[in-house]
């Protein structure tokens, strides 16, 4: 069969055009043709769907309603930015602290894992009290949408409602109580009809079924009447957005939950090539139990300084540099130590002396000479 306003071809039994809208006419046993018609006129003989023509109400709460969601939105946007900016100055103070190895890379992990944990709970905080609201508006337009509908044939309105293309309706029928009963993703919504006028409920108060509820009855006005107010699919891709913002949330929260957690319970990854500095400045020689290599060596030396890497070998080690008087002269001192932190404790491995490796026996006189002039004095 073709329609006869857009010349659409589509199945014989259908009611509508699924294409623009316009009834089919029907030709009853009596051979007269019945006809729907719409602009606020019913079908003839009493029967039909038909929609009201008097749009101001409905124009007023679309136009507040995307007023209001693009005010949000503003916002919304706003807050990222000024949160992006926050997170990149947080990351930046925690490469910082990387590179000057006071920090370990689990910290800017851990650090990054918290900010976005942190930022997936503000915004799920701001959709869940957004959320509401945008029931309570979108209800007042579900309602409205609905109460410019006249129904006086209850299988036309199953016959529109499956033939229009929402993807909010998996299917209508009607149940045995003579309601009309949709079958959506998130609920069960159902309309019933008294002298004409319709009401729309659902079996769900959740916020995703009276989202689905406001789909369905922007798409039927929208099917029945092309001119009315409402943008039916807008709607529904931004429900669906809506619902795959709550969904990638909480993927994102649960990865950076995880990960939080297991930087957490490794402390170690958290202190960074500093661990291994101090740990070697914390030591002490078995001969000078009350003394640690770091005060003995700040006491000794001039122009200290500390510095890790780790060996070709994959060894680390903890290399400090200093001057002291040597054969009467200023001389630039290297000492390595190679520190085992699981097995607490560390050895000095290396001396140079203005660049010359000295000898073992050396290493020994020099540490004496170190130890034994910081507890005379």
């Known amino acids: ?218 798409s039927l006005i929208k099917y029945l009447e092309p001119l009315a107010p409402v943008n039916a699919y807008e709607n529904e891709r931004s429900n669906a957005r809506l619902g795959r913002t709550k969904m990638v949330l909480g993927l994102v929260a649960l990865v950076s939950g995880f990960v939080f957690v297991l930087v957490l319970i490794n402390p170690q990854w958290q202190e960074g090539h500093r661990q291994y500095i101090e740990f070697v400045k914390e030591g002490y020689p078995e001969l000078y139990p009350d003394v640690n290599y770091g005060d003995a060596f700040e006491a000794y030396f001039s122009d200290c300084s500390w510095e890790y890497f780790e060996s070709v070998d994959h060894q680390d080690v903890v290399e400090f540099h200093g001057t002291c008087l040597y054969g009467g002269e200023n001389a630039n001192v290297t000492i390595q130590f190679l520190p085992s932190y699981e097995e607490q404790s560390f050895e000095v491995y290396a001396l140079e002396i203005n660049g010359e490796a000295q000898q073992e026996y050396t290493i020994a006189i020099l540490l004496a000479d170190v130890f034994e002039g910081y507890v005379s004095e």
């Open 1 to 218: 069969m073709l329609c006869k306003k857009c010349g659409k071809e589509f199945a014989d039994q259908s009611r509508f055009c699924p294409e623009c809208g316009t009834p089919v006419e029907v030709v009853d046993v009596t051979g007269e043709t019945q006809q729907t018609t719409f602009g606020g006129q019913q079908k003839e003989q009493g029967k039909g769907i038909y929609v009201e023509q008097n749009f101001d109400t409905l124009k007023q709460l679309t136009d507040r309603a995307h007023r209001n969601e693009k005010r949000w939105k503003t916002i919304g946007k706003f807050a990222a930015v000024v949160y992006v900016l926050f997170i990149v100055k947080g990351l930046f103070t925690d490469l910082v602290s990387v590179a000057e190895g006071s920090s370990g890379m689990g910290t800017l992990v851990s650090g990054l894992a918290a900010m976005i944990l942190f930022a997936c709970g503000l915004i799920y905080l701001f959709t869940e009290i957004w959320f509401p609201a945008v029931k309570v508006k979108k209800s007042a337009c579900t309602q409205e949408c609905i109460g410019l509908i006249h129904v006086n044939d209850n299988m036309q309105l199953v016959a529109a409602l499956n033939q229009m293309n929402s993807s909010a309706v998996k299917k209508a029928y009607m149940d045995e109580s003579g309601s009309v009963c949709v079958q959506g993703k998130k609920g069960k919504h159902i309309f019933s009809v008294s002298d004409g006028r319709l009401t729309l409920n659902s079996d769900s108060n959740q916020v995703k079924a009276a989202l689905e509820r406001e789909a369905i009855a922007a």
